[in-house]
């Protein structure tokens, strides 16, 4: 399992850092805002596989995934602040919205830990 999270967060993050980096490509995101979209889901992607990994993978505890939240959140920064280096334009609304997605990954790893800690816990219960 820490294999496959491992290959598929570095995997994730390569693309991630090439598609936010290219050029801007006209026509490709039409409706007003649905950028922040992407933002959202992009981070919350990340942010899932890294709680994934941290948490299932290396058996982390819950609470060092806020200190994974923050570095993520840091590399959401840098990865805005880069983007004018290459013809794209760095906005703090999309950075928030990395943000929410970050939060909404984690969260969402803490309730899915929540739940197959309840479940496999009423299976030993039932089994006993």
Same mark, same amino acid.
Request: charged content about 10%; proline content about 2%; aromatic content about 10%.
């Given at each position: 399992?820490? @294999? @496959?999270?491992?290959?598929?967060?570095?995997?994730?993050?390569? @693309?991630?850092?090439t598609?936010?980096?290219?050029?801007?490509v %006209? %026509?490709? @995101?039409?409706?007003?805002?649905?950028d922040?979209?992407?933002?959202? #889901?992009?981070?919350?992607? #990340?942010?899932?596989?890294?709680?994934?990994l941290?948490?299932? +993978?290396?058996?982390?505890?819950p609470?060092?995934?806020?200190? #994974?939240?923050?570095?993520l959140? +840091?590399?959401?920064?840098?990865d805005?602040l880069?983007?004018?280096?290459? =013809?794209?334009?760095?906005?703090?609304?999309?950075?928030?919205?990395?943000?929410?997605?970050?939060? %909404?990954?984690?969260? =969402?790893?803490?309730?899915?830990?929540?739940?197959?800690?309840?479940?496999?816990?009423?299976?030993?219960?039932?089994?006993?």
């Open positions: 399992m820490k @294999v @496959v999270l491992t290959v598929a967060l570095v995997s994730y993050t390569l @693309v991630l850092i598609a936010t980096h290219l050029p801007t %006209g %026509g490709f @995101v039409r409706y007003p805002g649905i922040k979209l992407l933002h959202l #889901l992009a981070y919350g992607v #990340l942010a899932s596989l890294a709680a994934a941290a948490t299932f +993978g290396w058996g982390g505890k609470q060092r995934l806020f200190a #994974l939240g923050c570095l959140a +840091g590399f959401g920064m840098l805005e880069t983007q004018p280096m290459f =013809g794209r334009q760095a906005e703090a609304a999309d950075w928030l919205a990395d943000c929410l997605g970050i939060t %909404g990954g984690i969260l =969402g790893v803490l309730l899915l830990q929540r739940w197959l800690g309840r479940h496999f816990q009423q299976e030993a219960t039932n089994d006993g």
